[in-house]
């Protein structure tokens, strides 16, 4: 790997083989690690049922109504798919359970982990006032609150384990971050007055340097291990299709590939300026695009066209899952049968397929995931 983490390689090596392994070690698909936990920040790509515990005037996005949740769980979880999210199948692939809401009362062992993702949330402050704003007062839990919820999860580590244990847990764990899409979305596209102030070029270098310190706040704390994942081409996502008479938004999708575009260079930064960390990088964006404008690949023929959901492309915000008066359904639902045609559950989130071969690209691919993939980094 790099060259001078040969010293920290050789300490953790020795942790490892001293006995830290009986405690923590797992097993993975078909691949041994010593990766204890999963620490996730982020949005919707990620939530794993937060927004539903937000209250007082509640949750800008919710996913905690039938038909969401159906393909694994049976039932809504407050997931943004109908099954699991990638983390949950990250989780998994390491031989972890499928991730815990914090926010949910029933979490309660936080050794195996939690998330903190919340849906429509962002790195900036201006990205919650602005849905604020748009939805009556609604709410997301921005990075910095998830931040905040960390370190409160740290005390109650060491509290439960003492300081020794509850710190080599934090340090062998991963921590994902998954955010700046609704940045760009709502904090960007929708603020006239934003777009004046900062350039694409500026506004995106923000969204970096805002992950870049998100990194060094959990480095704080003594995370070591960071999956990283980039942005999606948000400009294709049923909602902004339908409302584009069809096409992709180019404009979100231009500043999503300038965000990735800075990722490399954040990940050189991060991995220089602190000793010890790991980090990588997901980039999808080429291949998702690629299935969304020219058709097929592993099946999926939809495009653009959500499985759930009301008017054009299925892309109205909240169509999936809404009922009328009467409590009768008035959504659009595909059939289980042809979901795998489906890229798109909902109006901007993708099926549990879809992140089912992401999680499988993060694993062990080599092209969607730099500068090395994860079972590579939960060996680290
Ligand atoms: C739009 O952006 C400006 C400039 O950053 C900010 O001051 C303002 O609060 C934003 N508007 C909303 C509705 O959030
Ligand atoms: C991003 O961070 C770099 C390094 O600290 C700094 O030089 C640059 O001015 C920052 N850019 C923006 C737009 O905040
Ligand atoms: C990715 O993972 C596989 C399986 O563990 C491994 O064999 C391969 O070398 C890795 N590729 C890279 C580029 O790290």
């Known amino acids: 790997m790099r ?7 050789t300490v953790l090596t020795l942790l490892v083989v001293s006995g830290a392994q009986a405690k923590y070690g797992g097993k993975g698909r078909g691949f041994d690690h010593d990766v ?15 927004n539903q515990f937000l209250e007082n005037p509640g949750a800008a996005f ?41 926010r949910d009362p029933a979490t309660k062992d936080y050794t195996k982990g939690v ?20 939805f009556g007062g609604r709410t997301v839990t921005n ?30 764990s991963l921590y994902v971050i998954s955010s700046g899409a609704n940045d760009i979305a709502w904090g960007y596209l929708l603020n006239t007055t934003m ?19 998100t990194v060094l706040a959990l480095y704080a704390e003594g995370a070591k291990k960071f999956i990283i994942n980039g942005q999606n081409p948000i400009g294709c996502t049923p909602a902004n299709v339908g409302r584009n008479g069809g ?33 990588v990088y997901t980039d999808n964006y080429k291949f998702l695009e690629g299935i969304v404008k020219t058709g097929s ?30 409590g009768a359904p008035v959504y659009n639902l595909c059939s289980k049968e042809t979901l795998g045609e489906y890229l798109y559950w909902d109006y901007a989130h993708f099926t549990e397929k879809v992140n089912n071969l992401q999680t499988g690209f993060y694993i062990n691919g080599r092209e969607f995931v730099k500068p090395f993939n994860v079972s590579t980094l939960a060996r680290c």
């Open 247 to 279: 096409t992709c938004f180019e404009p979100a999708n231009a500043l999503c590939r300038l965000v990735n575009s800075k990722l490399p260079d954040l990940q050189q930064r991060l991995t220089r300026f602190c000793p010890g960390v790991f980090v």
């Open 36 to 50: 204890p936990a999963i620490f996730s920040f982020g949005d919707s790509t990620t939530d794993p049922g937060n």
């Open 297 to 326: 690949a592993y099946g999926f023929t939809k495009g653009s066209l959500a499985c759930c959901g009301t008017g054009p492309y299925n892309g109205d915000v909240g169509g999936c899952g809404a009922f009328d008066a009467n």
């Open 115 to 134: 998330n903190f993702a919340s849906g429509g949330s962002g790195h900036f402050e201006t990205t919650k006032t602005s849905l604020a704003a748009i």
């Open 195 to 213: 777009q004046q102030v900062y350039s694409p070029d500026v506004y995106t270098t923000r969204i970096i340097n805002a992950t870049y310190d």
């Open 62 to 102: 919710l996913a905690n109504i039938a038909p969401y949740g159906q393909t694994f769980f049976d039932r809504p979880t407050g997931r943004f798919s109908d099954g699991r999210l990638w983390v949950d199948l990250l989780a998994q692939g390491l031989g972890l359970p499928v991730t815990a809401a914090y």
């Open 3 to 9: 060259k001078d983490s040969g010293f920290l390689m």
């Open 143 to 172: 990075i910095r609150e998830q931040l905040e919820q960390f370190r409160r999860v740290k005390s109650t580590l060491i509290g439960s384990l003492g300081e020794k244990k509850a710190e080599l847990l934090l340090d062998r």
